[in-house]
């Protein structure tokens, strides 16, 4: 990399942001563990090119060359979860988009501070659009024909004698529908990790957990993140009655056990879906995010800063929102790392508990398979990959703290 | 250098005391040790002599009680007019009795309550056989005739009014209190261990509580039962009259089969007061004794630890044969996985195996050797069930019998049963229990083809007009694809799988189906609406056939009634009416076979399997006999191989 | 220090009020209908005679009520014809959902149906008559009074009263070939009664309000709660607490038995890695920890059941259990001995999980003292270290793990549920498991409730003892 090299020498101070990043950086092991993430990441979102049963390429006898595949990941007779409707739209556009998105964002790293603020707001926004429009095509879309049992369809057809070009992902398994035939079968070439009661293979089931878990993790989060800044700037911001009020709702909602409460709610609902448990989840667990905004506020209200923009007369909804809102973008993001990590954790024990969204391949739900079976496949793969989850998780939070507080490193 | 000696002499001294509490610990434990013994020895004498019988010997214990039960017994069997006969064979052969041992075996989960009136559910309902005794039951080799139980005589004219003479000589067991705080005084009778005496006033205070309203619970299900009752009465002591309002060949089972609780303990509070005649019935569904459990059977209630235990013991004052050793412990268990564990380690001496230990320690099993041992042997019976596919008969697709038909024959049930539930059972085509007369053997189950759906649906007017691979009708003038929401049990994967297998197969010929796993009280508010296209369901089953409840038109339109499907078929209501008011065996069994013809034909469910279990155990006990009639696991009829080992 | 702590007592009243009704709302919101499935029917069978077992059900778990806020005294006239007239449709005219729906409210509201009820009595169309007729007898039904605590004998006089009201009203209601005699003298009975008791059937408007909040079902369980009745359990009937208190035990030796030795081995580990900060002992010291946090404890735990109790490979430890419960009576020693033999794998699990935080906590502690200036000075007097680590820093870093110990409160009591489930320990944990899934909403209730306070116990605790120690900490 000579970028740095080329970048023209700036005068300017570098940014908050810049400083954390730096700092963040130099610390290996959560640099390390943000690959790893980044990593699990792209598995999620390229899991249906590691593993389907649909042929990539498709081809019978001197027929049209097709991609079941491809018209698979739109289908929502397949996937007909939305979580993996998602992740597909994902697919397609960082395939398409991915690599140009990367280079602008370098290239945005040249330009001049505001300039490149602007810029990278662009590219998001535009990456955001990207995504939204693959989704809303893919709603329009019309539905897909039913889907056909392509290996079974191959053998049949060869052995009339017609000659079928087919190229499957490395793991031609579905992570759905299992095959009866092959049910519990032991690890071999064909099922790294062996089958499970349904005959679906545990590798391919694994892989598309990580698509589960990190909805949860991420979206669970984002949401009590909103709600629990919303209700601590309020509080640090106005003080007497709204504090006072907001103190009394944090002080409940944090005496009440929470996985007893999160438990007990999510029997109760009957339908469950990972969209009900990542509301749960967030309605338990927003204090955290709320008393660190609250903190933050209460210290800077104070300050010179606040009080000459007030003196000036900028609107109250500025001062919160441009003024003491960045500063309390670092104890968050530490936070909500975190925060994933036990997110993750608490829906891998709801399902391993028999109350989460059975209809999703859940890392816990596995594991539970795992102990009524007592096969070690399906207890060591599905603990494993909550724990390596976990871990990096913490590890990049650990980094973080570190970078925007060296003060708190221990 | 005096600091030093000063620590020295306080670790000598605490070494000390370390080593005079040791040996003192060790000295109490041995003197405890001596005392359970000594204990123990004591309450085996006692029990001895209030059996009233010498210590000496274990098969004498038996000697008392079919003596003093055969005189009046004897006299009523003769009778002709009697409807209950001598049973064809005992539970237990004297032989068998091995005194000292104690029978241990594994729940699930604890029951609800032990008052059968009041607790519900299958495992109540089983353990209330244990300590409880009925009006009559039926014979354990001919499950058509009735045996004399508390009942020894019951006539009739008319089906209409019953007789019953009931057994004299009959008490409650002693109720498990601490006698010693005098708190109960007021439970003691007359009897021997100051019990109290069965009489026709707790039948009759019986049916007081089944038909009071305030109650709730088990006697939901009993009151319809009830509530063609006119009246009845206690005669005397042992003679009582019962008058049903309609004539019905439900009414003799279940007079017969009802669990009967005892008055001077169910009318009063803790203290022996009475309850108000207000609202004695909201009483009883709290009564402080619902938790333990009282009768007349032939073991008595000892102690029950919710999530951890229950304990009975052989009632030596049991009228009828006693069963063959001393004590049954059931340990509640709720993993499932640790079962098979606690068997082979000997904490259990028999388990039930669920299909996935079915095919991990049976179908994978390559040396034959059950759980590695030898001495573990195995045992299989047929449970009293069926598993079937509902499908909702009001909704315009499902109305068709030719698409039910359709639905049934593109079901590979074989194959599920095979491959997800591992051979555990066998498949129906009707809602009789196969071991019963009534299953008509000759309608065999319909075939897996897929090609005679086909032509089924087309034949329906199911065509895929529009090429998108999904057959469609016009129906009301408004063209609708051929997809449907199957609801299935969501607490059990066995279903997810079974639903995912079906649904391929469905779509092979152009039928588009989503599973919908849902739990038990929201599948329950589905059918109660009856919002649904079709659902996996289960019924239990009894000997005797009726179909009222299930099958009849007029259940048809009653909200949460059991014809959830919407069954409405002429024939079929006529089938049912007349076999409530046919009381010659061969007779119903050839109403059977006409309404298990019928269904085959219609298909308002798609019939799959009747479930089996695997019961494995160690081989000191005898051959493990499984009734034909549920319960079927009768741990009456248990016996070891050997006395217990010293 | 002292007002300080009066008022953080005083405060826990209106938290836990605030608690109680947070919980209350949230699992009455949630969807799915208490008692469906278990006790009081709405099961298999409706007949009539059932129909009205399931009233006096909901009656008695207070499940007829709304949840926090009742305003059925507005329901009008319109409303309640169009209800009677849902259920007794033709079978088929009206959705099964809206018939059921119809008649729960018809039967839930009782008295406010009234009013509108005699209303429809005086209807020209003789069913209507008929239907209004058979539902007064259902709406006019008096509640029975509590006759277990308080002024029982009265109670039981007023109870019996009631009854015989309540038998007497049943009588009111005619079949449909039933002569026009009989149907207009029972019209009469209903317009006497109505007239008895005229106030009866009008509220002003301060009883509406208070009907709108006092006649709920969170008011009255609350009501109850005061006096620490949390009610019974409506799959058996056994009084809640009494269940609670008898699960407590399990919870508590394991939670006591875990924690102490989580602080036996995470203190020194603490210590040592503080003392060696920095060098490749604190490094491994630190990633164990960190693994430990990481691992989930039902991965934990399946996997040391999987390696140690099945034979394969090991079978050392029994598969799970608080004791052996079919061994005969043993001694004390014995037993405790057994106990602990069945204790050993979840004790483990629980360990490892609370090992991580605890280590973590200690390290901190030690470390923040070394710096101070204080140790710097002992350490300027030529102290030796083990001395100026045991003596003086450790005093101090203590302090933060141990106010911790309050916060553990909740767990040491409730205990966790996935150990429990996994290991078979019938304990709270267990026991709130089972209670979800049979939706046993008074046993959730007391559950959840009786770990909250435990948790307000707790965290006051923990900022006491802090204030305590830290005088640093402001006290108001």
């Given at each position: ?5 080329a970048?023209?020498p700036v005068?300017?101070d ?6 954390i990043w730096v700092?963040?950086?130099k610390?290996?092991?959560a ?14 979102i390229?899991a ?6 649909k042929?990539l390429?498709?081809?019978?006898a ?10 698979s990941?739109?289908?929502r ?5 939305g979580?993996d409707?998602?992740f597909?739209?994902?697919l397609?556009?960082?395939?398409l988009?991915?690599?140009?998105a990367?280079?602008?964002w ?9 300039a490149?603020?602007a810029?990278?707001?662009?590219l998001?926004l535009?990456?955001?659009?990207a995504l939204?429009?693959?989704?809303g095509?893919?709603a329009a ?6 889907k056909?049992?392509?290996p ?24 759905r ?9 032991r ?12 005959g679906?293979?545990?590798l ?6 990580a ?5 949860i993790g991420?979206?669970?989060?984002s949401?009590?993140?909103?709600i629990?800044?919303v ?5 640090g911001y106005?003080g ?15 005496c009440?056990?929470s996985?007893?409460?999160?438990l ?16 749960i ?5 927003w204090?955290t995010p ?12 104070n ?8 003196a000036?007369g900028?609107p109250q ?12 973008l670092?104890?968050?993001l530490?936070s ?8 993750i954790?608490t829906?891998?024990t ?7 969204d ?6 816990g ?11 070690w496949?399906l207890?060591?793969?599905p603990g ?27 | ?7 020295t002499l306080?670790?000598?001294s ?7 509490n040791?040996?003192n610990?060790?000295?109490?434990d ?21 059996a009233g019988?010498?210590v ?7 000697a008392?009680?079919p003596a ?8 009523a ?11 064809t064979?005992p539970?237990?052969?004297?032989a068998q ?6 029978l241990?075996m594994?729940i699930?989960?604890?029951p ?5 009136l ?6 109540v ?23 004399p ?8 004219d ?12 009959v008490?409650?067991h002693?109720?498990?209190?601490d ?12 009897g021997?261990?100051d ?7 707790d ?5 007081d509580?089944?038909?009071?309203t305030?109650t ?11 509530e063609p ?5 206690a005669?005397?002591?042992?003679t009582?009259e019962i ?9 003799r089972?279940?007079?017969?089969e009802?669990p009967?609780?005892p008055?001077?303990?169910f009318?009063?509070d803790?203290d022996g007061?009475p ?15 619902n938790q ?5 059977g032939p073991?008595q ?13 052989r ?5 009828g044969?006693?069963v ?7 340990s ?18 028999f ?11 049976i ?11 030898p001495a573990?042997?195995?045992a ?9 596919v509902?499908?909702?008969?009001d909704r315009?697709?499902?109305?068709d019998k030719r ?14 049963l095979?491959k ?8 129906t085509s009707?809602?009789?229990?196969q071991?019963?007369?009534c299953?008509?053997k000759s309608?065999q189950p319909?075939?897996f ?7 089924l649906?087309?034949e329906?007017?199911w065509?895929?007009t ?6 469609d009708?016009?129906?009301d003038g408004q063209?609708?694809p051929?997809?449907f ?10 279903y ?6 079906w649904?391929?197969d ?6 588009q ?18 919002d649904?296209?079709?659902f996996?369901?289960?019924w ?13 038109s ?16 002429a024939?079929?209501?006529r089938i ?7 009381f010659d ?23 799959f399997?009747q ?7 160690w081989e000191?006990?005898?051959?493990l ?9 009768d741990?009456r009829l248990?016996s070891?191989?050997q006395?217990?080992s010293p | 220090?002292l007002?300080?702590?009066i008022?953080?007592?005083l ?7 605030l608690?109680?009704l947070?919980?209350?709302v ?9 008692g469906?499935?278990?006790?009081g029917?709405?099961?298999?069978q ?8 399931y ?5 008695q ?6 949840i926090?806020?009742?305003?059925r005294h507005l ?8 209800w ?7 079978p088929?005219a009206?959705?099964p ?15 406010v ?8 009595l005086?209807?020209a169309d003789?069913?209507?008559?008929r239907?209004?007729a ?10 029975f ?11 039981r ?6 009854a ?11 079949t449909a070939?039933?002569?026009?005699a009989e149907v ?23 009883e509406?309000?208070e009907m ?5 079902r ?8 005061l006096?620490l009745?949390?009610?019974v359990?409506?799959?058996?009937r ?7 208190l008898s ?12 924690v102490v030795i989580?602080?036996i081995?995470?203190v020194?580990l603490g ?8 060098t490749t002992?604190?490094l ?6 960190f693994v430990?946090?990481?691992l989930?404890s ?19 430890f029994?598969?799970?259990d ?6 005969g009576p043993m ?7 057994d106990?602990?033999w069945?204790?050993?794998?979840p004790?483990?699990?629980?360990t490892?999980?609370?090992l991580?935080?605890?280590?973590r ?6 470390i923040d003292?070394i710096?101070?200036?204080?140790i ?9 270290e083990?001395?100026?680590i045991?003596?003086?820093?450790l005093r ?6 141990l106010t ?23 304990g709270?944990?267990?026991h709130l498991?089972?209670a979800?899934?049979?939706?046993d ?11 909250s ?6 965290i006051?605790?923990?900022d006491?003892?802090?204030a ?9």
């Open positions: 990399m000579t970028e740095p090299a970048r023209p005068a300017e570098p940014s908050w942001v810049d400083l700092q963040f950086g610390r290996k092991i640099r390390g563990a943000l690959f790893g993430l980044l990593g699990l990441l792209l598995l999620a390229y249906p090119l590691l593993a389907s049963n042929p390429l498709w081809r019978v001197d027929g049209p060359l097709s991609s079941p595949w491809l018209l990941l739109f289908d007779n397949f996937f007909e979860n979580v409707l998602f597909n739209a994902l397609v556009c960082v395939s988009l991915g690599l140009p990367a280079w602008a370098r290239r945005a790293a040249t330009l001049p501070r505001a490149r603020g810029r990278r707001a662009r998001l535009g990456g955001i659009g939204l429009l693959t989704l095509l893919n879309a019309p539905q897909a024909r039913p056909e049992v392509y079974a369809l191959q053998a049949q057809l060869e052995a009339q004698g017609t000659p079928v070009l087919a190229v499957y992902p490395p793991l031609p398994h579905s992570f529908d299992g095959v009866l035939d092959q049910a519990r079968a690890p071999s070439a064909a099922h790294p990790l062996g089958t499970d009661a349904a679906r293979d545990v391919v089931r694994l892989i598309f957990g698509r589960i878990s990190l909805t991420v979206f669970a989060v949401l009590y993140i909103s629990g800044t209700l601590g700037a309020l509080a106005f007497g009655r709204v504090d006072l009020v907001i103190q009394r709702l944090i002080e409940v909602v944090i009440v056990p996985l007893f409460l999160i007990s709610v999510a029997a109760f609902i009957e339908d469950r879906s990972i969209f009900h448990i990542m509301v989840i967030a309605a338990v667990a204090t709320a008393r660190l905004v609250r903190a933050e506020f209460l210290r800077h209200r300050l010179d800063f606040v009080a000459a923009a007030r000036i900028y909804h500025t001062i919160i929102f441009a003024e003491i809102l960045p500063n309390t670092g104890p968050v530490v909500a790392t975190f925060g994933v990590a036990s997110a954790l829906e891998s709801m399902s391993f508990l028999g109350l989460g059975i209809t999703v391949p859940s890392w739900q596995m594991l539970n398979a795992g102990r009524t079976t007592s096969e496949t207890i060591l793969a494993f990959a909550i724990f390596v989850t976990v871990s990096l998780l913490n590890l990049v939070g650990d980094g973080f703290r570190d970078a925007i507080d060296p003060k708190l490193r221990r | 250098m005096r600091q030093s000696g000063q620590s306080l670790f000598i605490l070494g000390l005391l370390t080593t005079i040791v040996i610990s060790w000295q109490i041995h003197l405890e040790r001596l005392a359970i013994e000594d204990s123990a020895r004591l309450a085996a004498i006692e029990a001895q002599l209030r019988v010498p000496s010997g274990a098969a004498t214990t038996t008392a009680g003093a039960r055969s005189a009046q017994e004897a006299e069997l003769a009778d002709p007019k009697n409807l209950l006969r001598a049973p064979r539970r237990v052969r004297a009795v091995s005194p000292g041992r104690t241990r594994q699930g989960q604890d609800q309550g032990l008052n059968p009041i607790a519900k559910g299958a495992d309902n089983e353990y209330s056989t244990y300590f409880n005794a009925f009006m009559a039951t039926r014979d354990i080799g001919e499950p058509e005739r009735w045996v139980d508390l009942a020894v005589k019951v006539t009739t008319d089906d209409l009014r019953y007789r019953i003479e009931l057994r004299k000589g008490h409650w002693r109720p498990a209190v006698w010693a705080s005098g708190r109960y005084d007021w439970a003691k009778g007359p021997p261990d019990r109290q005496p069965f009489t026709a006033h039948v009759v205070f019986t049916l509580a089944i038909r009071n305030q709730a619970g088990r006697v939901s299900d009993l009151r319809t039962y009830f009752v006119v009246a009845y009465r005669v005397d002591d042992h009582l008058q049903f309002k309609e004539k019905a060949y439900t009414n089972s279940a007079l017969f009802m009967i609780i008055r001077f303990l009318s009063v803790e007061k309850f108000d005649a207000a609202t004695w019935g909201l009483k009883l569904n709290e009564h402080w004794y333990k459990a009282i009768g007349t073991l209630f000892v102690s029950w630890e919710p999530g951890v235990k229950m304990e009975f013991a009632d030596p004052h049991y009228f044969e006693p063959a050793y001393d004590r049954l412990l059931m509640v268990v709720k993993d499932q996985n640790a079962w098979p564990r606690k068997l082979k380690a000997g904490e259990l001496d388990i039930y195996l669920q299909p996935e230990q079915f095919k991990t320690e179908l994978d099993d390559k040396d034959g050797v059950l759980l590695d041992n573990i042997k195995r299989d019976f047929s449970l009293f069930n069926y598993f079937y509902g499908w909702n008969a315009p697709k499902f109305a698409v039910r038909k359709a639905m049934t024959l593109s079901f590979n049930r074989a194959g599920v095979e997800v539930l591992y051979n555990q059972g066998a498949l009707g809602p009789f229990p071991q019963t007369p299953y008509d309608v319909l075939p083809d897929l090609e005679a759906a086909k032509a649906l087309t329906a007017g065509t895929d529009d090429g998108d691979g999904v057959r009708k016009v129906i063209r609708v051929f997809t929401t199957l609801i299935t049990f969501g607490s059990s994967s066995e997810e799988t079974i639903a995912s297998t649904r391929e469905l779509l092979q010929i152009g039928v189906m989503q599973p919908l796993p849902l739990e038990w009280s929201a599948m329950l508010k589905k059918m109660d609406e009856r649904f296209d079709a996996t369901g289960a239990v089953t009894t000997w005797e056939a009726d179909l009222m409840q299930l099958w009849h007029a259940e048809a339109d009653k909200p949460k009634s059991g014809n959830r499907i919407g069954f409405r078929n024939e079929a209501d049912a009416e007349a076999l409530r008011l046919e065996e061969a007779k119903r069994v050839e109403l059977c076979h006409a309404f298990h013809r019928l269904v085959a034909e219609e298909q308002p469910y798609t019939f399997y479930r089996e279990r695997t019961v494995l155990y000191h006990l005898n051959a006999e499984f009734l034909q009639i549920p319960p079927h696991r741990v248990f070891f191989n006395p217990a | 220090m007002q300080y702590t008022r953080r007592v405060l826990i009243f209106p938290t836990f009020f608690i109680s947070l919980i209350f949230v699992l009455n919101v949630a969807p799915g209908r208490p469906a499935g278990a006790g029917g709405g099961g298999e409706a007949g009539q005679a059932e129909q009205e077992s009233r006096i059900f909901k009656e778990f207070n499940l007829d009520k709304p926090a806020l009742n305003l329901t009008d006239l319109a409303e309640v014809a169009a009677v007239d849902a259920v007794r449709a033709a088929g009206v959705p959902a809206a018939r059921i729906d119809a008649q729960e409210r018809l039967e839930d509201y009782g008295l149906l009234v009013p509108h009820l005699l209303v429809l005086e209807d003789p069913e209507r008559q239907a209004a058979a539902w007064l007898a259902v709406a006019g039904q008096q509640r009074q509590n006759d277990r605590r308080g002024d029982v004998v009265a109670a006089e007023a109870n019996r009263a009631i015989a009201a309540n038998q007497e009203i049943k009588g009111w209601t005619w070939a039933a002569p026009a207009e003298q029972k019209r009469a009975a209903w317009r006497a009664w109505a007239a008895a008791a005229p106030d009866r059937l009008e509220w002003t408007p301060a509406r309000v709108s909040l006092l006649d709920t969170f008011a009255k369980y609350w009501q109850n709660l006096l009745d949390f009610g359990s409506n799959i058996d056994r009084p809640v607490l009494d269940t609670l699960k407590m035990k399990y919870s508590l030796s394991l939670g006591t038995l875990a989580a602080y081995v995470a020194p210590i040592f890695s503080a003392v060696k900060q920095g002992a604190d491994v010291t630190t990633i164990g920890v430990l946090y990481s989930p039902f991965f934990v735990g399946t996997v040391l059941l999987r390696i140690f109790t099945e034979g394969d490979p090991l079978a050392l029994p598969t799970g608080f004791e052996t419960l079919s061994a001694t004390t020693a014995e037993r405790l001995g106990i602990a069945h204790l050993v794998l004790v483990v699990t629980y490892t999980g609370a991580a935080t605890l280590s906590y200690a390290r901190t502690g030690v003292v710096r101070a200036d204080y710097r000075t002992a350490r300027a007097k030529g102290l030796s083990p001395v100026v045991l003596k003086h820093a101090n870093g203590m302090i933060p793990i911790l110990l309050g916060s553990l409160l909740p767990t040491l009591v409730a205990g966790s549920t996935v150990i429990e489930v996994i290991f078979n320990i019938p709270m944990g267990q498991y089972n979800i899934n049979l939706r909403y008074n046993a959730v209730m007391a559950v959840l409730l009786a770990s306070v435990l948790s307000l116990l707790g006051l605790l923990s006491l003892s802090y305590l120690v830290d005088p640093r900490i402001s006290l108001d």
